[in-house]
């Protein structure tokens, strides 16, 4: 049994420990209440105008949705890992490591032997990780969080959007955790570039509308058809950073959690070790009399 200097140290250490993992659980359940308002505010807007995108590029004749529309023979992959700048939130940022890595064994092995699949990072976290693989690579835009706003969000975007019409990349794919709740956060597989129209399933309704242009099809495609990817990326940012915070509270209250029952395990451990000190001198008295009076 450990001497009672010892379980004293680990009982300061643990409470330590306790006391910042609270204070770091209470931050974040601030934060997590602002991100969450953001998301919750932009999904029907963001959702909205992709359908409406999606719909109208089906009824596209002649390349009118320009160069975000066109769809090439896929040999040049940009993979948008979206995670954070921090840790101490669980699993959040290694599980979007982790489906990067997948995506680039399992769907895009061919181009990923010639080297043409890159990942670019919004998060530190993904950035430290794939900055090691020099031939994956493609830089990171961490400074996103500094100052979380569409504007900064969209300059991202648009120099996507101009590589992707210059022909560096042939397909764009965003991954992120989209937000659930302050336990539950899905990680998100989306396609970026090229916009893509609606899919027809099975017997269901094809899913192509018609609408009422003014003051033309050209024109309105060709200026919403950016807004539409740069509010799709920004929702992406949103749904990891609301994610983030909500990973981080439950991790931290799991943590303070943990600490409670290790401190009544240390406490139980140092009160045993006391009586046992006690009694062990108690018994050295004793002793120590019936020599006398022997």
Known sequence: MANLKEVRNRIASVISTQQITKAMKMVSAAKLRRAQDAIVMMRPYASKLRDIMENISGTLEGGVGGELTKVRPVQKVLIVAVNSNRGLCGAFNATI???????????YSAQAKEG?????????KASDFFNKHKNLYAGNHNEVYANLTFDNV???????????????????????????????????????????????????KNAVNDYIFEPGKEELVLELLPKSVRIQLFKAVLDSHASEHGARMTAMSKATDNAGD???DLRLSYNKARQAAITGEILEIVAGAEALNG
């Open 97 to 107: 490591i982790r489906t990067v890595n997948r995506l680039i064994r399992e769907d």
């Open 116 to 124: 043409n699949v890159k990942v670019l990072c919004i998060g530190k």
């Open 154 to 204: 969209a300059a991202v975007a648009d120099t996507i959007m101009k590589e992707f019409s210059e022909g560096v990349y042939d397909r764009v794919d965003v991954v992120y955790n989209q937000f659930k709740n302050a336990a539950v956060q899905y990680v998100q597989h989306e396609q970026m570039l090229p916009v893509s129209p609606p899919v027809k399933k099975g017997t269901e």
């Open 262 to 264: 290790l401190l009544k």
